[in-house]
């Protein structure tokens, strides 16, 4: 599960600074090897590291650095985030995995390579660009203190904009206007309906996943005059996606302020559990807050969760934006069967509030 549960801070402090030290011995060898791929003007945004024996046989299972506990780095995957320069590619994102060759790589990384190449070959949106463009993948082998270790790396552009969940932070939200909301909605809804329809749930759609385009000006969104000069939008992070055709039940997966009821019950994903994902980044983007929060001093944040999606009522939201309440109600239904059937109709209803 996408995780941003805390333990207490000492042992969080703990965790941060042993992961700091085994950085200090890996960076410099993966920024070695990227040097040797052409990459120049590195620089390292994230690394995570999680223990080899939860990755296998649990593709869903994926925990962010604050929630793990030391493990020593010949049994331990590191996954990473890295800001590059390439001759070809010009400026760059590279997500980078490692892991030791005695134990089975997580499948995030290719499995999201096979996605991205996937959608993007797709007949349906091949004329209209709904996810990043896979540049390149390598597959390396590097040697850290006498350990065997496979380095898997790929490459996407970097978008200088930032995600959406920039435009909805406390400084930005505020600045925008009712029309460039509703842009947002509908573009991110546009963009799920077309992975859907190209054979994929998501499974983690959240405004962080969601990239501004390069072709837009970001600083535009900060003039009311600027509604019909909006950004096309991108959708990342395939990570925990899944075909239709090859479903699986298991734990919940994805991230717990976005994680529809059934999910925590046990039951797969399904069009649906997207579509409850979409109600709450609806209710973000009308209001800059999530229609479901949990305390930061819960001893329990995922029993939490669980109990705000599945018991809380779904909050009223503001006058300004009560033209909305009967599609939020809808996409956050408890139930599978009150909540819309597909993003089809989704796009329906906002295209007749948009004729409004």
Wanted: hydrophobic fraction near 40%; include cysteine; proline fraction near 4%.
């Amino acid at each position: 599960m996408r995780n941003n549960t805390m333990g207490n801070s000492a042992s969080n402090l703990f965790t941060i600074q042993a992961l700091q030290r085994q950085s200090q011995q890996l960076l410099p060898i993966i920024t070695q090897e990227l040097v040797a791929q052409h990459f120049s003007e590195i620089v390292h945004q994230r690394i995570a590291q999680q223990s080899t024996e939860q990755t296998q046989g649990e593709h869903a299972q994926v925990v962010k650095t604050q929630d793990i506990k030391t493990q020593n780095i010949e049994n331990t995957s590191y996954q990473g985030l890295t800001r590059a320069q390439h001759p070809q590619f010009g400026q760059v994102m590279i997500k980078w995995q490692l892991s030791a060759d005695a134990y089975p790589i997580s499948p995030d990384l290719a499995h999201e390579a096979d996605v991205l190449a996937a959608v993007n070959a797709s007949l349906i949106v091949k004329d209209n660009a709904i996810v990043p463009l896979l540049l390149a993948r390598h597959c390396v082998n590097v040697q850290i203190l006498e350990s065997s270790q496979q380095l898997v790396i790929l490459v996407m552009p970097y978008y200088s904009n930032g995600s959406l969940a920039g435009q909805l932070s406390d400084r930005n939200q505020h600045l925008l206007t009712a029309p460039q909301k509703h842009h947002f909605i509908m573009q991110s809804a546009c963009l799920i309906a077309n992975v859907h329809q190209a054979g994929w749930l998501h499974n983690d759609i959240k405004p962080s996943n969601i990239l501004l385009h390069d072709s837009f000006d970001s600083s535009l969104l900060n003039n009311a005059g600027a509604s019909s000069l909006m950004p096309n939008l991108l959708l990342t992070d395939f990570a925990l996606s899944e075909r239709f055709n090859d479903l699986k039940e298991g734990s919940p997966a994805g991230t717990p302020a976005y994680l529809a009821p059934e999910r925590w019950q046990g039951q797969s994903a399904t069009v649906q559990s997207d579509i409850y994902a979409f109600g709450v980044m609806m209710v973000e983007i009308l209001t800059g807050t999530r229609p479901f929060q949990v305390s930061a001093n819960s001893n329990d944040k995922l029993k939490a969760w669980a109990i705000q999606h599945c018991q809380q009522p779904i909050p009223k939201l503001p006058l300004e934006y009560s033209h909305y309440q009967c599609m939020v109600d809808k996409a956050l239904a408890k139930r599978i069967e009150r909540r819309y059937r597909s993003m089809e109709e989704v796009l329906i209803d906002l295209t007749s509030l948009d004729n409004r």
